[in-house]
């Protein structure tokens, strides 16, 4: 089998780099070798925890040649599922020492194993270890010292390790596999005919969940969908500029924490539909965090006044109304009518833009707006916010064709001035 003989090479150029220095690695290679010969696939090796630990051992030397092949070979038993879970709890504590080493290469293997891991089998099912294995990325994300690749490695591989903590989720709570709108926003170059073709086919399975939410809403059953929920509360958390407990994570930039919270609301739509648990925390947590976000001051200097930062508080209020003004009815009205109030404000140029491009969207797309209109138009005790945004949208309307009727009257009046100065306009005429 190509992958044993792939792993016997790997053991010999383990002992031959520890043949100087490490006699103890190179003997352990030798006899794992030995061992090897006698198993015929990943599966007997997985039972056989010797040649795991062998690799194990080369990590704990901690010299840069010996832990990158211990990594790599690692990461090789894994994806072949040839590693016991019990093992996990000894990988991790190897993990967490490499990430504490200044070499680039071994830091990047780190994360590495850390993605292969979430996409294995050995997939972290416990507290502990899950706070671990995630605490190794955001320990490479905000260290000052590492470089400009393992940073941005660090957080792609977060990204990725959340998105399939979450589809665990969905998997072992036994969610539909159905998804409840659609995550991508839409740009302001697609056409309005499309838009609404787009939104209505979401309808009918929108209404369908509505007639059947009581019945559907229910608690969290398993340990991965607890853990998500951990998850979920200590980003929350540190998206307001607070710490994590959980993640062991004393900050974070907010703008990633962000980013990741509006990652999770536009993809995983089914959790908060369904799970009661996660249902509050987007109710209590994560719309108090919005509300707050849209309040600040626009002048205030650092995160909370980056354009970036502004653009994923709107997207993330246009994907809570958009996809969960169903169930957040209270919260959904706090939020148009402050989007509304925001058309009126003196804002930069850029941040009305994002403003008015998030009305926009509501306004050609049909299930939204129908939505909208019938929670709130509709109830005499709600706010008209449909009515609201189209006064909102028609008065910047108007107000940019005054300008411009003024621009092309100032530019008229110039070029009568300048045709005067040539004795080409009557004088009567000033």
Not at 61 to 81: A, E, M, N, R
Not at 200 to 213: G, I, P
Not at 244 to 268: G, K, M, P
Request: hydrophobic letters at 45%; a neutral charge; glycine letters at 4%.
């Amino acid at each position: 089998m190509a992958f044993m003989a792939v792993l016997e090479s790997d053991l010999r150029a383990l002992s031959t780099e520890a043949r100087r220095r490490h006699p103890a690695v190179k003997d352990a290679a030798e006899h794992a070798i030995l061992k090897l010969r006698t198993l015929s696939s990943p599966s007997e090796i997985s039972l056989n925890e010797d040649i795991v630990r062998i690799f194990l051992m080369a990590c704990e030397v901690k010299t840069v040649k010996l832990s990158v092949i211990g990594l790599s070979c690692l990461q090789k038993l894994i994806s072949h599922d040839a590693v016991a879970p019990s093992v996990l709890n000894e990988i991790l504590p190897t993990l967490k020492d490499h990430a504490e080493m200044s070499d680039e290469n071994v830091q990047l293997k780190t994360l590495q194993t850390i993605l292969i891991i979430f996409q294995s089998r050995l997939h972290p099912e416990s507290e502990e270890n899950m706070s671990q294995a995630l605490g190794i990325c955001l320990q490479l994300l905000e260290n000052n010292r590492s470089s400009d690749s393992v940073r941005n490695t660090a957080a792609a591989t977060f990204r990725q390790a959340v998105a399939l903590i979450f589809e665990h989720v969905v998997l072992v709570e036994s969610l539909p596999a159905e998804k409840f709108g659609s995550g991508s926003y839409m740009s302001r170059t697609s056409s309005v005919t499309g838009d609404v073709s787009r939104s209505m086919n979401n309808s009918e399975l929108e209404n369908n969940f509505a007639s059947r939410k009581s019945s559907l809403m229910r608690e969290t059953k398993t340990t991965s969908g607890k853990l998500g929920l951990r998850l979920l509360e200590d980003l929350t958390a540190l998206a307001a500029g607070g710490s994590a407990c959980w993640l062991h994570v004393s900050s974070l930039q907010r703008t990633f924490a962000l980013d990741i919270l509006e990652f999770i609301l536009s993809n995983y739509v089914v959790m908060f539909k369904i799970l009661v648990p996660y249902e509050q925390v987007l109710q209590h947590q994560i719309c108090s965090l919005l509300m707050t976000s849209l309040r600040t001051n626009y002048e205030l200097e650092g995160e909370v006044g980056e354009p970036y930062f502004r653009r994923l508080v709107l997207r993330s209020v246009a994907h809570i109304i958009r996809l969960y003004s169903s169930s957040l009815i209270t919260e959904c009205e706090v939020f148009l009518s402050m989007l509304i109030k925001l058309t009126f404000l003196d804002l930069p140029l850029w941040h009305r833009i994002l403003v008015l491009e998030i009305l926009r969207g509501f306004c050609v797309e049909a299930r939204t707006l129908r939505i909208l209109f019938h929670n709130f138009d509709m109830h005499p005790k709600n706010t008209n916010v449909v009515e609201g945004m189209v006064k909102a949208l028609a008065r910047v309307v108007s107000s940019v064709q005054f300008l411009e009727t003024s621009e092309e009257s100032l530019a008229a009046v110039a070029g009568m001035f300048s045709s005067k100065a040539k004795g080409e306009i009557p004088s009567f005429l000033f």
